[in-house]
Protein backbone atom coordinates (compact mmCIF):
# COMPACT_ATOMS: atom_id res chain seq x y z
CA UNK A 1 0.00 0.00 0.00
CA UNK A 2 2.19 2.63 -1.39
CA UNK A 3 -0.87 5.61 -0.91
CA UNK A 4 -2.66 7.97 -3.25
CA UNK A 5 -0.13 9.12 -5.60
CA UNK A 6 -1.33 12.40 -7.57
CA UNK A 7 1.17 14.22 -10.03
CA UNK A 8 2.08 16.80 -10.55
CA UNK A 9 1.92 18.63 -7.46
CA UNK A 10 1.84 21.65 -8.45
CA UNK A 11 1.34 22.82 -12.03
CA UNK A 12 1.38 27.05 -12.95
CA UNK A 13 -0.49 27.53 -16.31
CA UNK A 14 -1.46 31.03 -18.13
CA UNK A 15 -5.23 31.35 -18.66
CA UNK A 16 -6.22 30.09 -21.69
CA UNK A 17 -4.26 26.93 -21.30
CA UNK A 18 -5.13 22.85 -21.10
CA UNK A 19 -4.07 21.30 -18.35
CA UNK A 20 -4.24 17.68 -17.20
CA UNK A 21 -3.59 15.59 -13.48
CA UNK A 22 -2.87 12.21 -12.86
CA UNK A 23 -4.55 10.09 -9.95
CA UNK A 24 -2.88 6.76 -8.73
CA UNK A 25 -5.50 5.26 -6.26
CA UNK A 26 -4.65 2.76 -3.87
CA UNK A 27 -4.46 -0.76 -5.85
CA UNK A 28 -8.22 -2.43 -4.94
CA UNK A 29 -9.67 0.32 -4.59
CA UNK A 30 -13.18 0.24 -6.97
CA UNK A 31 -13.85 3.59 -5.60
CA UNK A 32 -12.19 7.02 -7.12
CA UNK A 33 -13.07 10.56 -6.11
CA UNK A 34 -12.05 13.53 -7.47
CA UNK A 35 -12.37 16.98 -4.88
CA UNK A 36 -11.71 20.77 -5.41
CA UNK A 37 -9.52 22.38 -2.17
CA UNK A 38 -9.46 26.54 -1.95
CA UNK A 39 -8.01 28.04 0.85
CA UNK A 40 -9.67 28.38 4.33
CA UNK A 41 -12.59 25.88 2.68
CA UNK A 42 -13.14 22.45 3.26
CA UNK A 43 -12.69 19.85 0.06
CA UNK A 44 -15.80 19.87 -2.76
CA UNK A 45 -16.77 16.74 -4.49
CA UNK A 46 -16.18 17.20 -8.31
CA UNK A 47 -16.95 13.56 -9.77
CA UNK A 48 -16.98 9.58 -8.47
CA UNK A 49 -16.21 6.66 -10.52
CA UNK A 50 -16.73 3.27 -9.66
CA UNK A 51 -14.00 1.06 -11.29
CA UNK A 52 -14.07 2.86 -14.76
CA UNK A 53 -17.97 3.87 -14.52
CA UNK A 54 -18.24 8.22 -14.03
CA UNK A 55 -21.26 7.62 -11.67
CA UNK A 56 -21.51 10.85 -10.64
CA UNK A 57 -20.56 14.53 -11.50
CA UNK A 58 -20.98 17.76 -9.74
CA UNK A 59 -22.79 20.84 -10.92
CA UNK A 60 -19.41 22.77 -9.93
CA UNK A 61 -17.72 20.80 -13.00
CA UNK A 62 -18.53 22.35 -16.17
CA UNK A 63 -18.07 22.14 -19.28
CA UNK A 64 -14.35 22.21 -19.53
CA UNK A 65 -14.08 19.60 -16.86
CA UNK A 66 -13.62 16.06 -17.84
CA UNK A 67 -12.42 13.18 -15.97
CA UNK A 68 -11.39 9.88 -17.13
CA UNK A 69 -10.64 6.54 -15.24
CA UNK A 70 -10.23 4.29 -18.63
CA UNK A 71 -9.19 1.06 -17.02
CA UNK A 72 -10.44 1.09 -13.28
CA UNK A 73 -7.52 2.13 -11.88
CA UNK A 74 -5.75 5.57 -12.67
CA UNK A 75 -7.65 8.53 -13.64
CA UNK A 76 -6.88 11.92 -15.01
CA UNK A 77 -8.92 15.06 -14.55
CA UNK A 78 -8.47 17.49 -17.45
CA UNK A 79 -9.82 21.35 -17.77
CA UNK A 80 -9.89 22.96 -20.97
CA UNK A 81 -9.48 26.43 -21.81
CA UNK A 82 -8.21 27.43 -18.17
CA UNK A 83 -9.19 30.68 -15.81
CA UNK A 84 -8.05 32.41 -12.89
CA UNK A 85 -11.12 30.91 -11.23
CA UNK A 86 -9.65 27.60 -11.58
CA UNK A 87 -7.02 28.23 -9.48
CA UNK A 88 -7.23 25.73 -6.27
CA UNK A 89 -5.90 22.50 -4.94
CA UNK A 90 -7.52 19.01 -6.44
CA UNK A 91 -7.41 16.13 -4.35
CA UNK A 92 -8.03 12.92 -5.56
CA UNK A 93 -8.82 10.04 -3.12
CA UNK A 94 -9.94 6.52 -3.11
CA UNK A 95 -11.70 3.92 -1.04
CA UNK A 96 -12.77 0.36 -1.24
CA UNK A 97 -16.02 0.12 -0.49
CA UNK A 98 -19.21 1.55 1.13
CA UNK A 99 -18.86 3.83 4.36
CA UNK A 100 -14.84 2.77 4.28
CA UNK A 101 -12.86 6.46 4.81
CA UNK A 102 -11.58 8.30 2.04
CA UNK A 103 -8.06 8.18 1.55
CA UNK A 104 -6.61 11.54 0.37
CA UNK A 105 -3.48 11.87 -1.98
CA UNK A 106 -0.77 14.94 -1.53
CA UNK A 107 -3.30 16.89 -4.37
CA UNK A 108 -2.18 18.91 -7.16
CA UNK A 109 -2.18 22.61 -6.63
CA UNK A 110 -2.82 24.68 -10.30
CA UNK A 111 -2.38 28.13 -10.25
CA UNK A 112 -3.61 30.05 -13.04
CA UNK A 113 -2.25 33.24 -14.17
CA UNK B 1 -29.63 24.04 1.93
CA UNK B 2 -27.10 21.69 3.12
CA UNK B 3 -24.36 23.26 5.33
CA UNK B 4 -22.07 21.76 8.41
CA UNK B 5 -21.47 24.19 11.40
CA UNK B 6 -17.89 24.36 13.01
CA UNK B 7 -15.63 27.09 14.65
CA UNK B 8 -13.35 28.61 12.67
CA UNK B 9 -10.56 28.37 15.53
CA UNK B 10 -9.33 26.86 18.84
CA UNK B 11 -6.46 27.59 20.48
CA UNK B 12 -5.34 25.32 23.03
CA UNK B 13 -1.99 24.33 25.15
CA UNK B 14 0.15 21.15 25.09
CA UNK B 15 -1.91 18.47 27.39
CA UNK B 16 -4.87 20.04 27.47
CA UNK B 17 -7.98 18.71 26.05
CA UNK B 18 -10.26 20.34 23.20
CA UNK B 19 -13.59 19.39 21.76
CA UNK B 20 -14.43 20.57 18.63
CA UNK B 21 -18.37 20.57 17.38
CA UNK B 22 -20.16 20.22 14.10
CA UNK B 23 -23.68 20.84 13.56
CA UNK B 24 -25.10 19.58 10.16
CA UNK B 25 -28.00 19.98 8.05
CA UNK B 26 -27.84 18.14 5.02
CA UNK B 27 -30.50 16.44 2.70
CA UNK B 28 -29.37 12.86 3.53
CA UNK B 29 -27.14 11.54 6.31
CA UNK B 30 -25.08 8.47 5.55
CA UNK B 31 -22.38 9.00 9.12
CA UNK B 32 -20.31 11.90 9.96
CA UNK B 33 -16.83 11.40 9.31
CA UNK B 34 -13.33 13.43 10.99
CA UNK B 35 -10.48 14.66 9.04
CA UNK B 36 -6.95 16.27 9.98
CA UNK B 37 -5.36 18.41 7.56
CA UNK B 38 -2.09 20.19 8.00
CA UNK B 39 -0.80 22.64 5.67
CA UNK B 40 0.24 21.79 2.38
CA UNK B 41 -1.33 18.68 3.35
CA UNK B 42 -3.64 15.82 2.38
CA UNK B 43 -6.90 14.96 4.60
CA UNK B 44 -6.32 12.36 6.67
CA UNK B 45 -8.89 10.54 8.12
CA UNK B 46 -9.54 10.31 11.97
CA UNK B 47 -12.75 8.95 12.84
CA UNK B 48 -16.20 8.07 11.61
CA UNK B 49 -19.55 7.92 13.57
CA UNK B 50 -22.71 5.67 11.85
CA UNK B 51 -24.60 5.55 14.83
CA UNK B 52 -25.28 7.62 17.95
CA UNK B 53 -22.76 7.43 20.68
CA UNK B 54 -18.79 7.71 21.59
CA UNK B 55 -16.19 6.18 19.25
CA UNK B 56 -12.40 6.28 20.78
CA UNK B 57 -9.43 5.19 18.98
CA UNK B 58 -6.42 6.24 20.78
CA UNK B 59 -6.45 10.05 21.92
CA UNK B 60 -9.09 11.00 19.63
CA UNK B 61 -12.76 10.40 19.97
CA UNK B 62 -15.64 11.34 18.18
CA UNK B 63 -19.39 11.41 19.30
CA UNK B 64 -22.99 11.68 17.37
CA UNK B 65 -26.36 12.47 18.23
CA UNK B 66 -28.17 12.14 14.70
CA UNK B 67 -31.17 13.91 16.78
CA UNK B 68 -29.71 16.60 17.05
CA UNK B 69 -27.62 16.79 14.03
CA UNK B 70 -24.65 17.33 15.70
CA UNK B 71 -21.41 15.68 16.88
CA UNK B 72 -17.73 16.55 17.90
CA UNK B 73 -13.83 15.26 17.91
CA UNK B 74 -12.28 15.39 21.37
CA UNK B 75 -8.60 15.37 21.53
CA UNK B 76 -6.84 14.42 24.30
CA UNK B 77 -3.17 15.38 25.73
CA UNK B 78 -2.65 17.58 23.15
CA UNK B 79 0.33 17.72 21.35
CA UNK B 80 2.41 20.72 18.98
CA UNK B 81 2.16 18.10 16.34
CA UNK B 82 -1.62 18.31 16.94
CA UNK B 83 -1.75 21.85 14.94
CA UNK B 84 -3.62 21.36 12.36
CA UNK B 85 -6.94 22.21 10.30
CA UNK B 86 -10.05 19.76 11.21
CA UNK B 87 -13.13 19.00 9.65
CA UNK B 88 -15.99 17.26 9.87
CA UNK B 89 -17.87 15.74 7.12
CA UNK B 90 -21.33 13.96 5.98
CA UNK B 91 -21.69 11.39 3.98
CA UNK B 92 -25.01 12.71 2.02
CA UNK B 93 -25.33 9.91 -0.25
CA UNK B 94 -25.40 6.18 0.51
CA UNK B 95 -21.74 4.29 -0.38
CA UNK B 96 -19.94 7.35 0.47
CA UNK B 97 -20.50 8.24 -3.02
CA UNK B 98 -20.28 11.97 -1.91
CA UNK B 99 -19.28 14.01 1.49
CA UNK B 100 -20.32 17.44 2.33
CA UNK B 101 -17.41 19.05 3.90
CA UNK B 102 -17.34 22.10 6.95
CA UNK B 103 -15.23 24.86 6.36
CA UNK B 104 -12.58 23.24 8.97
CA UNK B 105 -11.49 24.53 12.37
CA UNK B 106 -7.65 25.68 12.89
CA UNK B 107 -6.69 24.07 15.64
CA UNK B 108 -3.26 25.81 17.41
CA UNK B 109 -1.47 23.93 20.14
CA UNK B 110 0.58 26.43 22.11
CA UNK B 111 3.64 24.93 25.02
Partial sequence: ?113 | GQSLEQPSEVTAVEGAIVQINCTYQTSGFYGLSWYQQHDGGAPTFLSYNALDGLEETGRFSSFLSRSDSYGYLLLQELQMKDSASYFCAVGNAGNNRKLIWGLGTSLAVNP
Fill in chain 1, 1 to 113: DTGVSQNPRHKITKRGQNVTFRCDPISEHNRLYWYRQTLGQGPEFLTYFQNEAQLEKSRLLSDRFSAERPKGSFSTLEIQRTEQGDSAMYLCASTPGNNSPLHFGNGTRLTVT
